[in-house]
């Protein structure tokens, strides 16, 4: 098989609980600092989990070059703006006149908008027939008619944040939207990769945005008791890896990069920030609750990713460290997901795996859902080029099971050159993406 | 293009539509054109602007028939889309001859589950109307409004705990890849009409990638709940319906007077494999997918609800699709297009055909569905896919229903019988509301022609 193009990220961004640029979240991300706090979107305080990581202090108007243009955009699209500005200035392509925009793609993994919950309840409390027990389809409609809104429904529907990016940065070429749950935006960015080795495109726009902070989305997930539901300080309620983690955190926000080939960025002068090297897809096939629980589907997406990158998890790299220099978990914190994938690296790495640090960042903010991947992806870059790791935060308790290097409590200075982030979805979907430093 | 290709064939086909499960009542509907739009059943929708839409007969379509027994308990957690794409799989997975874990859990598969990716369009999913407002029904509060401390209180404990996965969009796929096991590649594409294109799309780049040999791809959706509807209409997508209309007239493609479009329910899944992997099996390919385009249209300000008047991103996604099959516009025979009768976005698709076939736009011919079938949303594509394949192996056109005499100007699209026709490559193409486009270039397999 001929070469396929190398693929560099030119541009990151993200929208976080932790802040809205990079700069500034990396330093909260080294410091330990944590995101959560109780509920502000709506009164949650009889729900069996009231706290969450919230985006603060976010004008998405401060990042657009006409604010008219985006006037309906609902919350995760918004995220999106953001994120994707940042990266695409980052990216220097606002000042690349040059650009063909039809060979500029987009994939994301954003989620669905936000129920209009209110009017949506009304809708149904009114076409109720208690009689009957079900609706009365003509009352429903009428008040469903009246008291709902077109463009909060329309935004809802998961290509909307496509739509809008489009809009922003007028570009043409493949786009999807993929809707993976928690893998979703790390499947985005290595199909997007795919897309330019196949010379199909020669920039995407990739990542994830997502926001299940409303009423109806922390219902589902407290349903399923996937959610924390500490009695504490809500910053000790996301605890990864600890012995006394009770599920996650919810996020929201967006991760977008802008990732291109190597020949288009060195054409146009753009300095890569790193490049992506492998990608690894998998689906456990096994049950729509439970994770395959031996960790063959996380495996093989480890697996597959280390084959495209040509890395040999059994050896050590030539420079005598451990074949990759950090892990960026899923790490969600529930008690099955956290054990899983420790088996799944152990898998992988054998007798290498406890020498290389993993943690996760969610353990600061939250689980972005859709945009973990993307997010968790960044972080990766940014410990490539500052030569540190994020910690996991509130990991007090170690559990005898898991015996790996979580980086617990303080971050790390460490030479980092090659970085592994794992996501897995409710689902069964596994992804796994390697990013490693850019040299000539 | 610098990666070396492999060569992508359809082996398998499972549509579901009103007109029931699998090609074959699929293919009988389209050639007698008949078409299955009739009032909604399931509740009274008189009060929306469009009360039709293309539904499956309960008798024709029961999905515990389509599982293993051992799985029948999990049908209960299916919403409507995700038991379509399980049926879909189903018959796709029989005609293409496969033996999966469901169609035989202790024999031998006849891929290994490693090489079998699962890619599948979905849409947003309403939960069930009917349960959420009865577990809603007792957190009001003296004004009858939603109370939500009383929800979170106890009110949400009326929920059944996997409430939430009945509709989350990946549970196509998920339920389908437990079912049949597979272990490749597996995602779920949410881009509207465009879903199914780009989940083939996918399929192809991940086999020619060599990370599967075989992907069950397609897509389905079923908005007919009124949630769906709700939206639907706020779009301005649906037709203003009115008493004594003909709800088999309703959708009028590419016509002077058509008014919108209504909906229906299905999807289809399609087993997609590397030519050479069907050659070892010794099973003959129903058609190539030979080439395949997407793009996206530039959007206006009002995102979403008004399309953009773009056709040259629509031409682009076609003029790639043709380059990727390494084809002419004169090597096509056959176009089937979204042909959703909504006014803007069929002028829109007009143009683009005219744009990239010139002087032979107003002689192709073009297979119109949504007459019949209705507009299927994240299964559309599939659909059209399934129907262009099996115009290859018939050679044959389906019948176009409408009035007689109805003008469809600038392009072959009036009412006509099904009819024989020679066809070597047929054109799908499907335009999104939210501006994803898709094209595919499917082409008659012909192993004499096999360059090798």
């Given at each position: 098989m001929s070469e396929s193009p190398r693929v560099v990220l030119t541009g990151i961004g993200w929208v976080t609980p932790l802040g809205c640029d990079i700069d500034s979240v990396w330093k909260k991300l080294v410091s330990g600092a944590s995101g959560m706090?109780?509920?502000?979107?709506?009164?949650?305080?009889?729900?069996?989990t009231s706290f969450a990581a919230e985006v603060k202090d976010y004008d998405v108007a401060e990042y657009l070059r006409d604010p008219s243009l985006h006037q309906h955009a609902g919350l995760n699209s918004q995220f999106a703006l953001g994120a994707a500005s940042q990266a695409w200035r980052r990216a220097g392509l606002d000042r690349?006149?040059?650009?063909?925009?039809?060979r500029v793609g987009l994939y994301l993994g954003a989620g669905e908008g936000v129920l209009d919950t209110e009017n949506y309840m009304r809708a149904n409390l009114r076409g109720w027939d208690p009689e009957a027990r079900c609706i009365d389809g003509v009352r429903w409609a009428e008040n469903a008619l009246e008291c709902m809104h077109a463009q909060k429904e329309i935004e809802q529907e998961p290509n909307m944040p496509l739509a809008h990016l489009a809009r922003e940065f007028e570009v043409n070429g493949p786009a999807y939207n993929c809707l993976t749950a928690c893998a979703a935006s790390t499947q985005a960015i290595g199909e997007a990769f795919d897309i330019i080795r196949r010379g199909e495109a020669d920039v995407m726009i990739s990542g994830g945005a997502h926001t299940m902070i409303h009423p109806l989305g922390v219902t589902g997930f407290n349903r399923l008791t996937a959610l924390s539901t500490h009695k504490g300080d809500p910053a000790e309620?996301?605890?990864?890896?600890?012995?006394t983690r009770d599920g996650f955190v919810m996020g929201e926000g967006s991760g977008i990069v802008v990732i291109e080939s190597l020949e288009h960025a060195a054409a146009r002068g753009a300095t890569p920030l790193a490049e992506i090297i492998g990608y690894g897809s998998s689906c456990d096939a096994f049950r729509i609750t439970d994770i395959q629980p031996d960790g063959r589907g996380a495996a093989a997406a480890m697996e597959m990713a280390l084959d495209q990158a040509g890395i040999d998890p059994g050896r050590l790299a030539e420079n005598g460290r451990?074949?990759?220099?950090?892990i960026s978990a899923?790490?969600?914190?529930?008690q099955e997901n956290d054990s899983i994938e420790t088996r799944a690296v152990r898998r992988v790495f054998g007798d290498l795996a406890p020498s290389i640090p993993m943690s996760s960042i969610k353990s600061m903010m939250g689980h972005l859902i859709a945009a973990a991947g993307a997010v968790e992806l960044i972080t990766c870059v940014m410990a490539i080029q500052q030569g540190e790791l994020p910690p996991t935060r509130n990991l007090h308790h170690p559990d005898p099971e898991l015996d790996l290097?979580?980086?617990?409590n303080e971050s790390r200075k460490a030479p980092v050159d090659t970085c592994l982030s794992n996501n897995f979805g409710f689902g069964g979907q596994n992804d796994t993406l390697i990013v490693t430093r850019f040299k000539g | 293009m610098t990666t070396q290709r492999r060569r992508v064939v359809i082996t398998g086909l499972g549509p579901i539509c009103t007109f029931g499960i699998g090609i074959k009542p699929m293919w009988e509907g389209m050639v007698a054109g008949a078409s299955g739009i009739?009032?909604?059943?399931?509740?009274?929708?008189?009060?929306?602007?469009c009360p039709l839409a293309a539904q499956l007969a309960a008798d024709d379509f029961d999905v515990r028939k389509l599982v293993p027994k051992t799985y029948r308990?999990?049908?209960?957690?299916?919403a409507r889309d995700i038991a379509l794409a399980v049926g879909g799989a189903a018959m796709a997975v029989e005609d293409a001859g496969l033996v999966t874990r469901a169609t035989d859990p202790d024999g031998e598969p006849t891929i290994p589950p490693s090489r079998t990716g699962c890619h599948i369009g979905a849409g947003l999913i309403a939960a069930d109307v009917n349960e959420l407002s009865l577990a809603v029904s007792?957190?009001?509060?003296e004004d009858g409004e939603f109370d939500l401390s009383k929800w979170g209180d106890?009110?949400?404990?009326?929920?059944?705990?996997?409430?939430?996965l009945k509709y989350l969009p990946n549970m196509l796929a998920c339920h389908v890849t437990i079912i049949h096991d597979c272990q490749g590649p597996s995602n779920t594409i949410t881009c509207a009409e465009a879903s199914s294109g780009l989940s083939i799309g996918e399929s192809m780049r991940v086999i020619s990638r060599g990370h599967a040999d075989v992907c069950l791809s397609g897509g389905a959706e079923c908005k007919l709940d009124p949630m769906g509807v709700l939206r639907q209409q706020f779009a301005g997508r649906l037709a203003t319906v009115r008493d004594g209309d003909d709800p088999t007239r309703v959708v009028r493609p590419f016509m002077e007077d058509a008014g919108g479009s209504v909906l229906g329910e299905g999807g289809g899944i399609l087993v997609l494999e590397a030519l050479e992997s069907a050659r070892s099996r010794g099973v003959a390919p129903i058609?190539?997918?030979?080439g395949f385009g997407a793009s996206q249209a530039a959007c206006p300000d009002t995102v979403g609800l008004v399309?953009?008047?773009?056709d040259r991103s629509v031409q682009a996604a076609i003029t790639c699709a043709l380059a990727s099959a390494d084809?002419?516009?004169?090597?096509?025979?056959a176009i089937l297009p979204?042909?959703?009768?909504i006014p803007v976005r069929d002028a829109i698709d007009r143009r683009a055909i005219q744009d990239v076939f010139g002087d032979r736009a107003s002689e192709l011919p073009l297979i119109t569905c949504v007459p019949n079938?209705?507009?299927?949303?994240?299964g559309s594509g599939a659909l059209a896919t399934a129907l262009a394949a099996e115009c290859l192996r018939r050679q044959m056109l389906p019948a176009r229903i409408g009035e007689e005499g109805a003008e469809t100007p600038g392009l072959d699209a009036g009412p006509i019988e099904a009819r024989s026709a020679e066809l070597r490559s047929i054109l799908v193409f499907t335009t999104s509301m939210g501006g994803q486009n898709t094209a595919l270039v499917l082409r008659r397999f012909d192993e004499e022609e096999v360059d090798g």
């Open positions: 706090a109780p509920i502000t979107r709506f009164d949650a305080r009889t729900f069996p690349f006149e040059q650009l063909d925009r039809s309620a996301s605890r990864p890896f600890d012995r451990p074949p990759i220099d950090y899923h790490g969600t914190g529930t290097d979580y980086v617990p | 009739r009032p909604i059943e399931s509740y009274d929708a008189s009060a929306f602007d308990k999990a049908t209960k957690v299916m007792t957190s009001v509060d106890s009110g949400m404990g009326n929920l059944t705990p996997l409430w939430l058609a190539e997918i030979a399309y953009a008047d773009d084809c002419s516009p004169e090597d096509i025979d979204l042909g959703s009768g079938i209705g507009l299927c949303g994240a």
